[in-house]
């Protein structure tokens, strides 16, 4: 907008800014504003700013540039009688204010048919759009539920979700596992989808594993509808040439990738369902980039199946496309309760020194005085700090100004040679960039912290965000409807307070389809898996497990605090009962690794799986029937004692009057009752569950448990059959 106006300022009085022009053409009407007009020189103008070298500006965006000006040219020439019109580009660097015009002339005639040409094409997209849209709504008013009946539960489920999609609200559901929340999710909204006329349905995930569960389910509803079901898969999983940067210049598929793309945009919308691999066969077939053109369809999709950060991140696609579009979405918000721990780290940002000195050794020269800048501004902050932890009471203007100036050069230098800076260098822009993002943010919602780390006492710099809600708000407020579901909401006022809901938002508590008699809960009350205690428990763990199994051999999983524990139990366990097979979670499992860990869990199979709670094991894994019995918790989840967590603490009796609950036994507990989940799968299911703590006796614990236990307070393991009932 400056640049506009300087550009404005220049021109002679007769120079008129800002014009409004428009035309009809069918149903069609066109409007907009055009930069400016020179009546002296019979031209029409279009400004466009950039900053750096005004060759490295792509040629597909030219192209839109003489468009746009084009059908400016037209409405000018008809507002004003004109039988021809000079047309010209003017591209003003902001950086140096200079200014390059390139102009044609161009015939009133000539014009008119360029504009009828666009407008005929967008009439015939829209047409087209219009036709899906009113096929879509019959065959959504027309759908029925695919099954014979709704499991227990899952009527509840739905009729809450519809509720809040006709009364535009938002709803937190509690609802059990196992009793389909994903199809009875995705049933009622797209029911109330032709009512209430939506654009779109957002259905979001934590885990790739949830991502599955509704592309599934919306193979199952889509049958019939001709529903747009598009999955959006992160860019390092979708990129076919990891070794490239994203340009023409060096990956193919990004060579003329506008050029393929309304080819590409026109085959993918033949496929009703684009999951990942739908998608890539796609654009492989026309060359383009599998994830570049995710994004581009996800303005033609109905439902997009993805992760969080698509619409609750800071720089998030489909929010931003919400808003700007003016879409009517509504919300599906799977295993909800991942939503707080995930946005808190969407609204941190971290810098680290060592990674910082790195690269600062390897800047290009036109970069090294404005990173040197940061690297003195780094050591003055760093040096006035000789504890380990420490929360910093304001913010870094001096390195928030040298970050600020250093991105402001990178992205100049970029502009110019877009291959120059490597892999770790751009890394570390983006993270500035969100870092001085974040601060701009920056309230008593989040805290500036300095650790201290290594030989070297390098520090470690972080805007740490402690409750997302402030920040979540304005992205409930936006959707249509948005409806939260996990088998772990409870208490319900712990989520509110953490994710900003709306004051309307109701809550709803699906009552479990389950009966006590199908899984017994234990909990070993003479046992201590407290840190200091743990190596003393690893004996009584592994009588316990030993004893269970040979009372009833089949697949268990157990669950540990930390991979060191989970060694120490399962070599234990192997040394002591080498006939019992164990197989454990690993640190950094790849995700065929993990296929073949659950892939260990058959019909037919016996042994014990050891994972770490809060992991990959601990929620959204389906292991119905004889594939998992029972499951041994040997910790409460409680976050690691330390001084970041204290200051949460602090931050959250301050704030809520419930710093520990709020902090350690919420988050914890939440952990302990998904990964007590995964034993009772359906209606015909039996287990056993051993909660392997004397905490787990404690009332305040006992009130977090499901509702449908009932449980029996163990004493003496050497007499597991005498319990206490409860």
């Not at 053109?293 to 720089?315: C, K, M, P």
């Not at 936006?478 to 709306?502: K, N």
């Not at 454990?584 to 869990?601: C, I, K, V, Y």
């Amino acid at each position: 907008m400056a640049g506009h106006k300087i550009v404005a300022a220049r021109r002679h009085d007769l120079y008129q800014a800002e014009i409004t022009l428009s035309d009809t053409f069918g149903a069609l009407h066109v409007r907009g504003r055009a930069d400016g007009y020179d009546p002296v020189l019979n031209q029409i103008e279009e400004i466009k700013t950039y900053r750096g070298n005004l060759d490295a500006i792509p040629e597909n965006h030219r192209h839109l540039h003489w468009a746009q000006a084009r059908i400016y040219g037209w409405m000018c020439c008809k507002k004003m009688a004109l039988r021809e019109i000079g047309i010209a580009l003017v591209y003003f660097d902001i950086a140096n204010e200079k200014e390059t015009v390139i102009t044609e002339t161009q015939s009133a005639e000539t014009l008119r048919e360029h504009f009828e040409l666009q407008c005929s094409r967008f009439l015939d997209w829209a047409q087209q759009e219009l036709e899906h849209t009113a096929r879509l709504n019959d065959a959504l008013s027309a759908m029925v539920f695919p099954h014979a009946s709704f499991r227990t539960g899952q009527r509840e489920l739905a009729a809450s979700i519809y509720r809040a999609a006709v009364q535009e609200r938002c709803v937190m559901a509690q609802a059990p596992t196992g009793i389909g929340k994903t199809l009875g999710s995705l049933f009622p909204m797209l029911k109330a989808w032709p009512a209430k006329q939506l654009d779109k349905i957002f259905f979001l995930t934590a885990k790739s594993s949830g991502r599955q569960l509704a592309l599934d389910a919306l193979t199952t509803l889509g049958r019939e509808t001709q529903l747009r079901v598009l999955e959006l898969v992160a860019r390092d999983k979708a990129c076919e040439h990891p070794d490239k940067a994203c340009h023409g210049e060096s990956c193919p598929l990004a060579r003329g990738f506008y050029d393929r793309l309304p080819a590409a945009r026109e085959a993918a919308l033949e496929v009703t369902r684009l999951d990942r691999n739908a998608l890539r066969t796609v654009a492989l077939d026309h060359a383009v980039c599998p994830y570049y053109l995710s994004q581009e369809l996800a303005r033609w999709s109905d439902v997009i199946v993805g992760d969080y950060n698509y619409y609750f991140d800071t720089s998030a696609m489909l929010f931003a496309l919400a808003e700007s579009k003016e879409w009517r979405v509504s919300v599906l918000v799977d295993e909800a309760h991942n939503l707080v721990e995930r946005a808190r780290a969407m609204y941190s940002a971290t810098l680290d020194e060592a990674r910082f000195r790195s690269v600062r050794r390897a800047a290009p020269a036109p970069l090294k005085r404005s990173f040197d800048q940061i690297g003195r501004a780094w050591r003055t902050l760093a040096g006035q700090q000789t504890d380990e932890y420490a929360v910093q009471e304001t913010l870094p203007a001096r390195l928030l100004e040298t970050l600020a100036n250093m991105i402001a050069v990178v992205t100049e230098f970029i502009g110019e040679q877009p291959a120059a800076l490597d892999r770790d260098t751009l890394r570390f822009y983006f993270d500035a960039t969100h870092f001085v993002r974040i601060a701009e943010r920056f309230d008593t919602h989040s805290l500036f912290d300095i650790t201290l780390a290594g030989s070297r006492n390098q520090s470690v710099l972080c805007l740490r965000n402690r409750v997302p809600a402030p920040h979540l708000k304005a992205r409930f407020a936006q959707a249509h409807s948005v409806a939260l579901f996990s088998a772990t909401l409870s208490p319900a006022h712990f989520y509110r307070d953490m994710l900003g809901l709306p004051e309307t938002c109701t809550n709803v508590d699906v009552a479990s389809p389950f009966h006590a008699d199908q899984l017994q809960v234990r909990v070993v009350a003479n046992v201590s898996t407290r840190y200091r205690d743990r190596e003393q428990s690893v004996p009584q763990i592994v009588e316990l497990i030993a004893a269970q199994y040979r009372r009833m051999p089949g697949n268990y999983l157990s669950f540990f605090s930390s991979f060191d524990y989970l060694d120490q139990v399962a070599s234990a366990l192997r040394h002591e009962y080498p006939d019992i097979p164990v197989w454990q979670q690993t640190r950094s499992m790849s995700e065929a690794d993990q296929h073949a860990f659950l892939a260990r869990f058959t019909e037919t199979s016996r042994g014990v799986g050891f994972a770490v709670l809060g992991g990959s094991f601990g929620e959204g894994i389906d292991l119905a029937g004889q594939r998992l019995i029972g499951a041994f918790i040997a910790t409460l989840g409680l976050p690691q004692l330390n001084p970041v967590n204290q200051q949460m603490k602090t931050h959250m009796d301050r704030e809520f009057g419930a710093g520990y609950d709020y902090t350690y036994l919420f988050p914890g507990l939440q952990k302990v009752v998904q990964a007590a989940g995964r034993v009772i799968r359906g209606q015909h299911d039996r287990g056993v569950l051993y909660l392997i703590d004397d905490r787990f006796a404690r009332t305040e614990v006992r009130r977090l448990f499901p509702a449908w236990w009932e449980v029996e307070i163990v004493r003496h393991l050497s007499t597991p059959r005498a319990p206490v009932l409860l």
